[in-house]
């Protein structure tokens, strides 16, 4: 049973009663998140369908068996669920960040673990590509992130958990590459990625 329920008037309840009704007239212009546009509509319904007829039948199975079925995964790319922001110019759709919210939310309704390999593919390694790869890079990972390609993401370590300052896997440079040195312990989509991106230190002697 509630405070207010129990009668109680005392002058905090009253002045929490207070803030409420002010934070409800300020929010009531503000348009409320479920008012979706037709496209985002569309999207929604899309991904629950998907997620309701080709995910729901297989989820005990997958939760028995730790495994997550190839065909699902594969669905997944047709669909266009693992590529949600990635430009027209490199096969994908296009779309905004809460487009992508949207496909993990419907997916999440009905299995986590596959909404987790959808969002840690959109939000973690394509995102990464998109804001920090050099056009070269782009122009190589990301029409196979958005086809056929799982990205798996390296930054957690058995000392240092996923404290990326405290990283002690290192970078050293070599001619244009990297040899990559250290070890990485619970790396997300690993078993079923074809692109990692590993989290390393090339210049230790900053200490961060």
């Not at 997620?51 to 039948?57: M, V």
């Not at 987790?116 to 593919?121: A, T």
Request: glycine share 8%; with cysteine.
């Amino acid at each position: 049973m509630s405070l207010f329920r129990c009668g109680l008037r005392s002058n905090a309840l009253c002045g929490l009663g207070r803030i409420a009704s002010s934070a409800t007239r300020c929010q009531s212009s503000i348009p409320p998140v479920t008012q979706l546009n037709e496209d985002e509509a569309m999207l929604k319904e899309t991904v629950a369908r998907f997620a309701r007829e080709q995910i729901q039948p297989h989820v005990t199975e997958m939760d028995r068996t730790s495994e997550m079925r190839p065909d699902i995964i594969k669905g997944l790319f047709e669909q266009g669920f693992m590529g949600v922001e990635i430009p027209t110019q490199y096969g994908g759709p296009e779309m905004s960040f809460f487009s992508v919210v949207l496909v993990i939310e419907e997916l999440a309704k009905v299995d986590p673990s596959v909404s987790v390999l959808c969002d840690v593919q959109n939000t973690l390694f394509n995102t990464a590509f998109l804001q920090w790869a050099t056009p070269e890079q782009r122009e190589h990972y990301l029409p196979r992130m958005v086809k056929d390609t799982v990205g798996a993401f390296c930054l957690s370590e058995a000392k240092c958990g996923s404290d990326a300052f405290a990283l002690e896997t290192k970078a050293v440079a070599d001619g244009g590459d990297f040899i990559i040195t250290g070890e990485k312990m619970w790396i997300t989509n690993a078993g079923y990625a074809g692109a990692f991106l590993i989290f390393a230190n090339a210049k230790p002697e900053l200490k961060h």
